[in-house]
């Protein structure tokens, strides 16, 4: 059966109509004029019907090309963030005072009249002169005293102890109330303080690193590097 132009056409169009890669605007558009043309072939009563059609078959186009009702996407929750906390490693302390400093700086100490003694009647029994500070070095694991025959004119007073970061919080708090100079060093913080009066000179120095804390308590003879000397010792 031979078709005119007129018939083929539209034939084509309904063919393309079908056709899911035409875009939604085109489909918009083609439909419009498609029903104006059946509705001449059909007659006025047809229209409302074929326009129905019409719609009906041009929707889904519209919402797969993104044209239609907009979809919100559900929010993916958001994995909960894990802060790690570095624990003290009590292993790290030397088991006695011996292993705590380098054999130079005893030699250097032992230069200036101090001997590293197993007893200590020292006029004071901890690394701090502050109450609030000494409280939270009554269970330090390890005390180590350099001190000669009159430890009132000079000697040295140290105390290792794990602190958690809870503690170190109110101790380094404690010391900048009481006015002590703070230093970032050897991978860590060490508080500072010195001071004269009518008994001499004294002073302290604090420092913590990885949930230790080296506290030491010093009249007569503040020995430069001591601190570090024994950081290094335990870190080394």
Same mark, same amino acid.
Do not use: K
């Given at each position: 059966?031979?078709?005119?132009?007129?018939?083929?056409?539209?034939?084509?169009?309904?063919?393309?109509?079908?056709?899911?890669?035409?875009?939604?605007?085109?489909?918009?558009?083609?439909?419009?004029?498609?029903?104006?043309?059946?509705?001449?072939?059909?007659?006025?009563?047809?229209?409302?019907?074929?326009?129905?059609?019409?719609?009906?078959?041009?929707?889904?186009?519209?919402?797969?090309?993104?044209?239609?009702?907009?979809?919100?996407?559900?929010?993916?929750?958001?994995?909960?963030?894990?802060?790690?906390?570095?624990?003290?490693?009590?292993?790290?302390?030397?088991?006695?005072?011996?292993?705590?400093?380098?054999?130079?700086?005893?030699?250097?100490?032992?230069?200036?009249?101090?001997?590293?003694?197993?007893?200590?009647?020292?006029?004071?029994?901890?690394?701090?002169?502050?109450?609030?500070?000494?409280?939270?070095?009554?269970?330090?694991?390890?005390?180590?005293?350099? =001190?000669?025959?009159?430890?009132?004119?000079?000697?040295?007073?140290?105390?290792?102890?794990?602190? =958690?970061?809870?503690?170190?919080?109110?101790?380094?708090?404690?010391?900048?109330?009481?006015?002590?100079?703070?230093?970032?060093?050897?991978?860590?913080?060490?508080?500072?303080?010195?001071?004269?009066?009518?008994?001499?000179?004294?002073?302290? =120095?604090?420092?913590?690193? $990885?949930?230790?804390?080296?506290?030491?308590?010093?009249?007569?003879?503040?020995?430069?590097?001591?601190?570090? $000397?024994?950081?290094? =010792?335990?870190?080394?």
């Amino acid at each position: 059966m031979q078709h005119n132009d007129s018939e083929q056409d539209r034939l084509d169009w309904v063919t393309r109509f079908d056709d899911p890669v035409v875009n939604a605007a085109e489909r918009t558009q083609r439909s419009r004029a498609f029903t104006i043309g059946l509705g001449t072939l059909f007659g006025g009563a047809g229209i409302a019907a074929i326009a129905f059609l019409m719609t009906a078959l041009s929707r889904p186009a519209e919402e797969e090309s993104g044209l239609g009702a907009s979809r919100t996407p559900t929010p993916t929750p958001s994995a909960p963030v894990v802060v790690e906390t570095l624990e003290p490693d009590s292993s790290l302390i030397p088991n006695q005072c011996d292993s705590l400093f380098s054999e130079s700086m005893a030699q250097t100490l032992r230069g200036v009249g101090l001997e590293l003694g197993s007893e200590w009647d020292g006029p004071w029994s901890s690394g701090s002169a502050d109450a609030e500070l000494q409280r939270l070095l009554d269970d330090a694991e390890l005390d180590c005293h350099w =001190s000669q025959d009159d430890p009132l004119a000079m000697a040295l007073l140290t105390q290792v102890t794990e602190i =958690s970061s809870h503690e170190a919080g109110i101790a380094t708090a404690r010391m900048q109330e009481l006015g002590f100079n703070e230093l970032s060093e050897h991978g860590g913080v060490r508080y500072v303080h010195e001071q004269r009066t009518g008994d001499g000179i004294s002073g302290e =120095s604090h420092f913590f690193r $990885d949930g230790l804390w080296f506290a030491t308590h010093w009249r007569g003879h503040g020995q430069f590097g001591y601190t570090a $000397d024994m950081v290094q =010792s335990v870190f080394s």
